[in-house]
């Protein structure tokens, strides 16, 4: 089985150079695409000097899920796996993703490891039942799919900024297809990453956002929607309040976060209804791969014809 391992990156140039150079060792034979815009710290020139990259594509848009579908439409392999820039593939990676797909998964994910004083921490599956439906969460750090399936689901929804791995996961669940865990399929990391790629610096706003319209799209106006959104806002907001009872942050900023999180979730149910409408099939993607043939502002593909 062919795969092609799309590397998202923005402004990480070191990062990737060390997730690339663990490509090279332990996924040899994989067809490496990074996806790198718009970068200003030598990323493109550090790229075009490696001879382990098969593909780099230059975006103008800072939006992972943008970057993600750049990569994707352009991969040759069966399968495409996605690797965040700032996560190095551990020996075991390639191996288990192959020995996945060839047993019949369609979607693959693994833990992400992180190296800390005397050994590594390790994620452990996340699985929710909502609606009826059992979602396990695709890390879109560490996932592989087969090409075919990412067609079906025409590749991630470019609205959101940040969760669209989450989103993905929802989609699978609402597609009946099933995502297998493997926690040989690891990656490790030596610095903290931001949510869902790290692209997009936190933001209350954004996030409620986000989990709104990825609720909203994919289960409609439900009791079980509200009730999982809010309980999120009021676990936050007792976590911020917290951080003003010792002196960590300001009462005003508290109510600016709280502002935020409303208008957030009011857009973002707004939005998730309108996209519902506008694709009403399992795929709940109206914002996707096949929208849109402009993401990329410049291609290098050394690949051969």
């Given at each position: 089985?062919?795969?092609?391992?799309?590397?998202?990156?923005?402004?990480?140039?070191?990062?990737?150079?060390?997730?690339?150079?663990?490509?090279?060792?332990?996924?040899?034979?994989?067809?490496?695409?990074?996806?790198?815009?718009?970068?200003?710290?030598?990323t493109t020139g550090m790229v075009r000097?490696?001879?382990?990259?098969?593909?780099l594509v230059e975006i103008s848009a800072r939006n992972v899920n943008v970057a993600r579908n750049a990569g994707i439409e352009i991969a040759d392999g069966d399968a495409v796996a996605l690797l965040g820039y700032d996560h190095r593939v551990e020996a075991d990676w390639l191996d288990t993703v192959a020995d996945a797909l060839v047993d019949g998964a369609d979607a693959v994910t693994g833990p992400l490891r992180r190296t800390v004083k005397g050994g590594a921490t390790s994620e452990a599956v996340e699985r929710r039942r909502i609606v009826g439906r059992e979602v396990t969460y695709v890390n879109g750090r560490n996932a592989a799919f087969?090409?075919?399936?990412?067609?079906k689901l025409d590749g991630f929804d470019e609205y959101l900024e940040t969760g669209g791995s989450r989103d993905v996961s929802h989609r699978l669940a609402g597609m009946?297809?099933?995502?297998?865990?493997?926690?040989?399929?690891?990656?490790?990391?030596?610095?903290?990453?931001?949510?869902?790629?790290?692209?997009?610096?936190?933001?209350?706003?954004?996030?409620?956002?986000?989990?709104?319209?990825?609720?909203v799209k994919n289960y409609g106006v439900r009791p079980t929607v509200a009730?999982?959104?809010?309980?999120?806002?009021?676990?936050?907001?007792?976590?911020?309040?917290?951080?003003?009872?010792?002196?960590?942050?300001?009462?005003?900023?508290?109510?600016?976060?709280?502002?935020?999180?409303?208008?957030?979730?009011?857009?973002?149910?707004?939005?998730?209804?309108?996209?519902?409408?506008?694709d009403r099939s399992s795929t709940r993607n109206p914002h996707g791969l096949s929208v849109r043939a402009d993401r990329a502002v410049a291609k290098y593909d050394w690949r051969e014809p």
């Open positions: 089985m062919d795969i092609s391992v799309v590397v998202p990156t923005l402004n990480g140039r070191d990062l990737l150079a060390a997730s690339l150079d663990s490509l090279a060792e332990h996924a040899p034979d994989a067809e490496v695409i990074v996806v790198n815009g718009p970068s200003a710290d030598g000097d490696r001879e382990d990259v098969d593909v087969r090409a075919d399936l990412l067609s009946d297809v099933e995502v297998a865990w493997r926690p040989g399929m690891a990656v490790r990391r030596e610095a903290p990453t931001a949510a869902d790629g790290g692209r997009t610096e936190h933001d209350w706003g954004w996030k409620y956002r986000a989990l709104a319209y990825r609720l009730r999982r959104t809010l309980a999120h806002a009021v676990s936050d907001g007792r976590g911020a309040l917290r951080e003003v009872t010792r002196g960590e942050a300001t009462p005003t900023s508290w109510i600016g976060n709280g502002r935020d999180v409303l208008t957030g979730i009011a857009t973002g149910a707004s939005d998730g209804l309108v996209a519902r409408a506008s």
